[in-house]
């Protein structure tokens, strides 16, 4: 029974970072992993997954972390980062408005192929995003928090580089899948990181489950959809199980 024990594996959460080419993606799945950052990291080419497992009250949860290049040659990678996934980070840069107006292009093709998905919008660069005058970090946070209200979706700014609520995106996204009460504290003010999430629809909150591939009972569907066996064919794999995330 022991050996049986010592065999199950943690429960896998497969998460999707979707977004224009140089947002940040890799940046941020490698800092929460690895714990480093380059600067000099190049654009995804095709797809690239991490691991890193983390304990959850008690009991090690297993994120998943796919990671698909910004150009459209490779949207026809789309199903294989999203099917599946239990979320999906809607990821934009903090300092180039295109890449926000584009969120919501990255939002319909991640619904097409999954709708169970629960959604994060996270804006990056956060620590360059200082440097700019406060009425475009006003226009910034404005247009985020319109998109997040429109999508339902909690909104994180962040920043790999520094770090800032790098682990604080990966908290909230169990805080929401599961439904758990927790302490994060939310930040609101111009000037700060923004972290908004309580008051958004959690995923444990749904009643239905989804079904495989993404299809859901409710065309609203955003249920919670763990990924049993994450395929690793044309993808670079990396793990981690070194930290521990306490809620």
């Not at 093709?109 to 406060?134: H, I, S, T, W, Y």
């Amino acid at each position: 029974m022991t050996d049986e024990r010592r065999s199950v594996q943690p429960p896998l959460i497969k998460v999707a970072l979707l977004g224009d080419s140089q947002v940040g993606k890799t940046s941020l799945m490698v800092r929460y992993v690895e714990g480093g950052f380059d600067q000099t990291v190049l654009a995804t080419q095709g797809i690239n997954f991490m691991e890193k497992t983390v304990s959850l009250r008690g009991h090690e949860v297993t994120f998943s972390i796919w990671d698909i290049g910004g150009h459209k040659d490779y949207e026809s990678m789309l199903p294989l980062v999203c099917n599946d996934a239990a979320a999906i980070l809607l990821m934009f840069d903090l300092t180039r408005n295109e890449t926000l107006d584009s969120i919501r292009d990255w939002h319909r093709k991640a619904r097409e192929r999954n709708k169970c998905a629960m959604p994060m919008l996270v804006g990056v660069k956060f620590d360059q995003l200082c440097e700019l005058p406060a009425e475009e970090q006003r226009h910034v946070a404005f247009k985020a928090r319109q998109f997040a209200d429109a999508i339902d979706a909690p909104l994180i700014f962040c920043s790999p580089a520094v770090p800032i609520h790098v682990t604080d995106v990966f908290k909230v996204l169990l805080i929401q899948l599961f439904g758990l009460n927790s302490a994060v504290q939310q930040r609101h003010q111009l000037g700060e990181p923004l972290l908004e999430y309580v008051g958004r629809r959690s995923s444990a909150d749904l009643a239905y489950t989804c079904g495989s591939g993404g299809t859901a009972s409710n065309d609203d569907g955003r249920g919670l959809a763990l990924a049993d066996t994450p395929a690793t064919r044309d993808a670079t794999f990396s793990t981690s199980t070194t930290s521990i995330l306490g809620i």
